[in-house]
């Protein structure tokens, strides 16, 4: 039997005593069961720690491995500052879902097999649902069901796969495999829903900016992330990876430049980076999945302080567009000093953990000779700094003078962003303290002046260009469509069509059924006779008197013709 | 939340009081940030720049890349901003207006 607490289990027991809590307790349950997760996870061995029988099935809800550990204990960590990011102005009922949520996010990084990750997957799919419908908004209602519908339906298609495996290989442990069978396909294109790759991405642009500005920070955390640790244990050096995710960073920035509304900015960017995982997975050697690790350990870090940065905008101003603020530095230097920091990590700024860390997946894709996709993740990181880098912090803090003058963010805002600032630097310039804990061994050196070079030029640059057509982005009140309009307004267009025809042709077929009913009955009357309103009989044909003469004519006449067919017979 | 908006002493823009926002000092920030593209360019002279396919080793390669880039991505973008842009009410239900 284990001798410790399975990490998980902690998060759960926490978001279940956040409810029973009240006051001081709350708080301190709050901030010290991630605390205590983190503790846990590291108390995790390598290998397979425990067994369970389910159904003549072993069941491994533990193993360790040093990826598993580092993706638990980021994700521990950033329930801790997400915790103290949200614990005074969250409702307790987000907390609570939030700490379930990543209870999920942890459960899965040490499952061992296919079905407590499956468990764990729907974990986290039942709880960020209740974040997202957290934001308390008719929009967040509906965002939050047509999110449940496809993180659902991913569900239903990763279990599809995983009982696909259960039955042909009777094995369900976590192991590699490759996109080249029903099952496999199965399970990659479930984990691939989470991983917001295309055609299924917009439900993460979607809910993600619905849901409140603390549960948004929660958000853009663990969903994506365990998609891409699913990756790395299960399709690495997958290369259709490859190919999805480059279309994946540029399909990010693309729709972040079209965007308007500030946290969607910051939403499209999450698929943007999470494309830069997937490509490294795609690409599949230790380098490339070092690098993948590595860069989505700096991006949960960086990302859930942009979050935080624009959540304090949403929450002291209720504004949540570009083209509704502005010029907030002036009384939110806090807040726009950790947002430009967010803002130089996501880039990849010498100096910041996007450097040291997606430079490695730049390096791994020079390492294999895969031309193209070098120059297309150094175009991408150009245009990283373009869609997120400047564009979120110039938007917000800066352009025009919107003459808004909220306050700073709360204290405890504060501190969170403050923390998860001095994280992006730490691992900026001191990266061996991440390097150390990567699932391989790292020979690869960030800070050459040939790297440094390289990429200052290239972002400076694309500073430069920025300025320069920033009349080309001026921000306009609009949404950009996405594939979700298939289901959102073209399903309903087809449904409204079809229903149109049905009623049509129903009502054709009554008519014709009216008509003919009418013509029918009129002969019926007529033949067969009738009542009249009054109870009068009338008689019909048959019914009819007919005096003597007729039939004797009528006889005559069949008889004449008997007579008549005989002979010539 | 709701008390959020409260919050803002919303004031009418008038003459800039911040530094950063006055027009000598965005010609500053101009100067300075055309002086640091020059460095940050010339650097490659002094420290070459190990390119893994020729080109990218080139003098001011990352610059101009990441400077056409740039300019083709937003010009992209622009184009794809006629085909896809809507309205924000545009998925609104009649019954949330």
Redesign the interface.
């Known amino acids: 039997m284990i001798d410790f607490i399975p990490p998980a289990l902690i998060l759960l027991a926490g978001a279940l005593l956040i409810g029973l809590t009240r006051g001081w307790v709350r708080t301190a349950v709050v901030l010290l069961t991630p605390l205590l997760t983190l503790a846990a996870v590291w108390q995790v061995p390598d290998g397979v720690v425990l067994t369970l029988d389910f159904l003549q099935y072993p069941i491994e809800p533990i193993e360790g491995s040093p990826l598993r550990r580092l993706f638990a204990t980021i994700f521990a960590l950033m329930a801790f500052a997400g915790g103290l990011f949200a614990y005074r102005q969250a409702r307790w009922y987000e907390l609570a879902a939030a700490y379930a949520y990543a209870a999920g996010a942890v459960g899965v990084s040490f499952s061992g097999d296919l079905i407590s990750l499956f468990l764990f997957w729907e974990l986290m799919a039942l709880f960020s649902t209740v974040v997202v419908w957290c934001g308390?908004t008719?929009?967040a209602r509906?965002a939050g069901i047509r999110y449940a519908i496809m993180h659902l339906l991913g569900g239903v298609i990763l279990k599809v796969g995983i009982e696909g495996v259960m039955i042909h290989t009777g094995s369900i442990d976590v192991r590699p495999m490759l996109a080249d069978n029903f099952d496999h396909w199965m399970i990659l294109i479930g984990i691939l829903i989470n991983a917001a790759a295309p055609p299924l991405s917009a439900w993460l642009s979607d809910a993600y900016p619905e849901s409140?500005?603390t549960g948004s920070v929660f958000l853009s955390a663990f969903t994506t992330k365990t998609a891409v640790l699913a990756l790395i244990l299960l399709f690495p050096g997958e290369p259709l990876l490859i190919g999805i995710g480059l279309f994946m960073v540029m399909y990010g920035?693309?729709y972040a430049?079209?965007e308007n509304n500030i946290r969607r900015i910051l939403a499209f960017s999450i698929v943007n980076q999470v494309g830069f995982m997937v490509c490294a997975i795609g690409i599949g050697t230790q380098m490339a999945i070092n690098g993948a690790a590595a860069h989505a350990f700096a991006h949960i870090i960086y990302k859930a302080l942009l979050f935080m940065s624009a959540g304090v905008v949403v929450?002291?101003?209720?504004r949540s567009k570009c083209s509704e603020v502005g010029?907030l530095?002036?009384t939110m230097p806090l807040t726009a000093v950790c947002g430009i920091i967010g803002a130089l990590a996501i880039s990849g700024f010498p100096l910041t953990s996007g450097f040291t860390t997606k430079t490695m997946i730049s390096q791994a894709a020079?390492d294999e000779s895969l031309?193209w996709v070098?120059?297309l993740l150094?175009?991408a990181s150009?245009?990283v700094f373009?869609h997120a880098g400047i564009k979120f912090p110039w938007f917000v803090f800066?352009q025009?003078?919107?003459?808004?003058?909220?306050?700073d963010a709360p204290w405890n805002m504060g501190a969170a962003m403050v923390f998860f600032a001095v994280l992006c630097i730490l691992f900026g310039v001191a990266p061996q303290l991440l390097y150390d804990y990567l699932p391989y061994p790292v020979e690869y050196e960030a800070y050459?002046?040939?790297k440094?070079?390289?990429?200052?030029?290239?972002?400076?640059?694309?500073?430069?260009?920025?300025f320069l057509?920033l009349p080309?982005?001026r921000r306009?009140?609009?949404?950009?469509?996405?594939t979700d309009w298939l289901w959102?307004?073209g399903l309903a267009r087809l449904a409204d069509a079809s229903l149109a025809l049905m009623t049509r042709l129903g009502g054709g077929l009554t008519a014709g059924a009216t008509w003919l009913g009418g013509k029918l009955g009129a002969h019926g009357r007529r033949l067969f006779g009738s009542r009249t309103l009054d109870g009068r009989r009338v008689h019909g044909v048959f019914a009819r008197a007919w005096p003597i003469g007729t039939t004797a004519l009528w006889i005559a006449v069949l008889l004449t013709t008997y007579v008549f067919f005989y002979y010539i017979a | 939340?709701s008390s959020?908006?409260d919050?803002?002493?919303?004031?009418?823009?008038r003459e800039?009081?911040?530094w950063?926002?006055r027009p000598s000092t965005i010609r500053l920030l101009w100067r300075v940030?055309a002086v640091?593209?020059a460095v940050?360019?010339a650097?490659?002279l002094l420290?070459?720049?190990?390119g893994?396919?020729t080109a990218?080793g080139w003098l001011?390669?990352?610059?101009?890349?990441?400077?056409l880039?740039?300019?083709?991505?937003?010009?992209?973008?622009?184009v794809?901003?006629w085909?896809?842009?809507?309205?924000?009410k545009?998925?609104a239900?009649p019954e949330?207006d």
């Open positions: 308390g008719p929009g509906a409140s500005p920035i693309i430049l079209l929450y002291r101003t209720g010029g530095f002036r020079a031309v070098y120059f150094a175009a150009a245009g373009l800066f025009r003078d919107s003459g808004l003058r909220p306050k050459t002046a040939s440094v070079v390289f990429y200052l030029q290239l972002l400076l640059f694309s500073g430069l260009a920025f057509m080309l982005m306009t009140e609009t949404i950009s469509l996405d959102r307004v | 939340m959020a908006n919050r803002n002493d919303r004031i009418e823009p800039d009081d911040a950063l926002a940030f640091v593209l940050s360019v650097a490659q420290f070459k720049v190990k893994y396919f990218d001011g390669f990352g610059a101009v890349f990441g400077f880039s740039c300019v083709a991505m937003v010009l992209f973008a622009k794809m901003g085909v896809l842009k809507r309205e924000e545009y998925y239900e949330d």
